[in-house]
């Protein structure tokens, strides 16, 4: 840590990249939100991407400064051009919700597509969506449950419950099963909430066992 801390400050900017985020996450020194975006900025300034996207995602989320969705927006942006598949996503999520940008789902979709080109695990998850609900294509479930499988291999917890949540309703109920178990791994307590009020719900009676015995904490 200290050898990063100081490669920082001598103006390393890869090094600030990763001391803002250990100060982010608190990660092996005291948590500082503040430090970390100052560290971000800098890094940014030298045009490391990551720090570029990181920049957004501080002004999005209110982390060491209030929260301005539309002063993320241009950070977003700048990182989605130059290649990040996160900037690309966090801009994607932004111009869907219409938070800090006017609403634009047929530009989201074009960054989602871009990113999950890159693979990108939650851009794939959103993309299932778009093809599930019919926003800006046409409906296509087959489309969707190819992305939700894609985001399921790669990781996302959300394409995880999203390729059960079909293979459910289509009546695989053992490979559904599969997928669930593994959404507990990585996701939050509040997404498992959920996921247990919707399970409870099915008219599976091994769906219903299995939300029975899910708890919210993973860890408990």
Known sequence: M????????????????????????????????????NFF???????????????????DQGWGVPASPHLA???????????SDWGMYNLATLLILGSGVPQDRAEALYWLRKAAELQHAKSMNLLGGFYEDGWEVQQDRTAAREYYRA?????????????ARMLAQEGEIVSALHWLKKVPQTATPAFLAKMKDFLSRSHSPALKTFAENLMADPSA
Not at 10 to 31: H, I, N, P, S, W
Not at 154 to 163: K, L, M, P
Request: proline fraction near 3%; include cysteine.
């Open 2 to 37: 200290e050898l990063v801390r100081a490669a920082a400050e001598r103006g390393v900017r890869e090094a600030q990249a990763l001391y803002g985020q250990m100060l982010l996450d608190g990660k092996l020194v005291a948590r500082n939100p503040t430090l970390a975006l």
């Open 73 to 83: 927006s241009p950070w977003f942006r700048k990182a989605a051009e130059r290649g």
């Open 151 to 163: 985001s399921a291999v790669a990781g996302d917890f959300r394409g995880q419950f999203n390729f």
């Open 41 to 59: 900025e800098r890094a940014a300034r030298s045009g490391d991407v990551m720090a570029i996207n990181m920049v957004g995602r501080c002004l």
